[in-house]
């Protein structure tokens, strides 16, 4: 940018910041003033209370600047203490039960499953349906909970043909219609076993049943 100072021509003086910004920074600031001293009419020099003027300006320039670089600081270390205390808290649900929410869980191939679905509003059907990996209807199973609210579901473990279901991975899908023949969005959830946590730079994964739960999805501890 160009100024023009009292007694002389114009002069350039820097238009941004190191950074690229379009904001003047406090060594923008500073350069101004010195080049203004530098470049004044020795014969008709800066005003005094003109000058005491500018000092105060780059005084509040420089008082901001070291607020805003402590209260930087101050976030960043809160930060990394709440995620310290979450970190730390988090290994003491391990070997726990625990309620998630989510369509997908993992079977181990022998025994009674706990599942279920939230719904929003009451509804007049509901079927739920495992499917495997591969995409195919293992099991179905009719007249489940209609009550608006968490409906639990237990699957025994077999299929359709009444066979033993395989070790997996599984995933759960509900149909729900109201009065008005309206399909209602139900949300599945699961239940399983916490074997371990994992600190990812995404947040915190639970490992529940050998599949990774994000502590969001997390609905209950046993």
């Known amino acids: 940018m160009s100024a023009a100072i009292e007694g002389i021509g114009p002069t350039t003086f820097p238009a941004s910041t190191s950074t690229g910004s379009s904001i003047m920074g406090q060594d923008d600031f500073l350069k101004l003033l010195i080049s203004q001293l530098q470049n004044q009419?020795?014969?008709n020099p800066m005003d005094g209370t003109q000058f005491a003027s500018q000092l105060a300006q780059f005084a509040s320039?420089?008082?901001l600047n070291n607020i805003n670089t402590t209260l930087q600081s101050s976030i960043s270390a809160s930060q990394l203490l709440n995620q310290s205390i979450s970190n730390a808290l988090s290994t003491t649900v391990?070997?726990?039960e625990v309620r998630a929410t989510g369509s997908t869980f993992a079977y181990g191939g022998s025994g009674a499953m706990n599942v279920g679905y939230t719904l929003p509003s009451a509804a007049v059907a509901a079927q739920v349906?495992?499917?495997d990996q591969n995409g195919n209807v293992v099991r179905t199973i009719n007249g489940t909970g209609v009550t608006a609210g968490d409906v639990d579901v237990a699957w025994d473990g077999k299929t359709d043909a009444g066979t033993q279901a395989a070790a997996g991975t599984y995933t759960v899908q509900?149909?729900?219609t109201d009065a008005g023949g309206n399909?209602?969005?139900a949300t599945p959830f699961f239940y399983g076993t916490v074997t371990g946590v994992r600190f990812k730079s995404t947040g915190t994964v639970f490992v529940v049943d050998?599949?990774?739960v994000p502590l969001s999805s997390i609905l209950e501890v046993m």
Do not use: R, S, W
Request: hydrophobic share 45%.
């Open 129 to 131: 349906k495992i499917v």
């Open 41 to 43: 009419d020795p014969m």
């Open 174 to 176: 509900v149909t729900a």
């Open 61 to 63: 320039v420089e008082q």
């Open 94 to 96: 391990i070997g726990k």
């Open 183 to 185: 399909a209602l969005t």
């Open 210 to 212: 050998g599949e990774e």
